[in-house]
């Protein structure tokens, strides 16, 4: 098994090349999704964010009303950092249960938005970024996503630095490029991965 942390910053385009590598054979383990699972209505999860954040974060059905909690925390470091305290042990939790069941052989791919942020990249064989210009993200959030700028300015200032996330990086991937060249560049990636998951199996680096 190889494992990699992929991450890059919000509008980066780190989804797209996610996508790629689940075509080139890789297990995607998506830290976004499950965040979303484990504060689902009803879990655990909800009910420490409800009780750290008020009842005034959820949506009439009950459910977690995000834009608002985003709101909130990507303002604050402090609340942040908060919210980040409840839900990062349970998405870690369960982003291990899906390594587990994953073949020997496998590339398992864990998309982690804050990987940088947190400390993470010693978890991971390698570490992938995916990188984009501040105007490219800039222009994806407020474009594409329908964001104000400057809610994107804040959420991108919530982030690690691009320097920060290119220094713990084993492979950056540009993506201020075309779609048919990011296609390719990801491509070839994934194949190398595929033939070291096969031949190295090295354990994680300390």
Do not use: W
């Amino acid at each position: 098994m190889l494992t990699v942390g992929l991450t890059g910053g919000i509008g980066a385009g780190k989804s797209e090349v996610s996508r790629l590598l689940v075509e080139c054979g890789a297990v995607l383990i998506d830290a976004d999704r499950i965040a979303r699972e484990v504060v689902a209505p009803g879990t655990p999860g909800l009910t420490a964010v409800v009780e750290a954040f008020g009842e005034e974060i959820l949506t009439e059905d009950g459910s977690l009303d995000r834009p608002r909690l985003g709101a909130i925390v990507f303002a604050d470091k402090e609340k942040l950092a908060l919210l980040n305290s409840i839900v990062h042990p349970l998405v870690g939790a369960r982003s291990r249960e899906l390594e587990e069941a994953a073949a020997e052989d496998a590339v398992v791919v864990h998309d982690v938005p804050l990987l940088t942020e947190n400390g993470l990249a010693s978890l991971y064989d390698l570490v992938i970024v995916v990188d984009a210009s501040t105007e490219t993200q800039l222009e994806r959030l407020v474009g594409r996503r329908g964001m104000s700028e400057e809610d994107a300015r804040a959420r991108m200032a919530a982030q690690a630095t691009r320097e920060q996330r290119r220094k713990i990086a084993d492979i950056v991937i540009d993506n201020d490029v075309s779609l048919d060249e990011l296609t390719r560049r990801v491509k070839d990636i994934g194949a190398e991965l595929v033939r070291r998951a096969g031949a190295d199996r090295r354990p994680a680096r300390e």
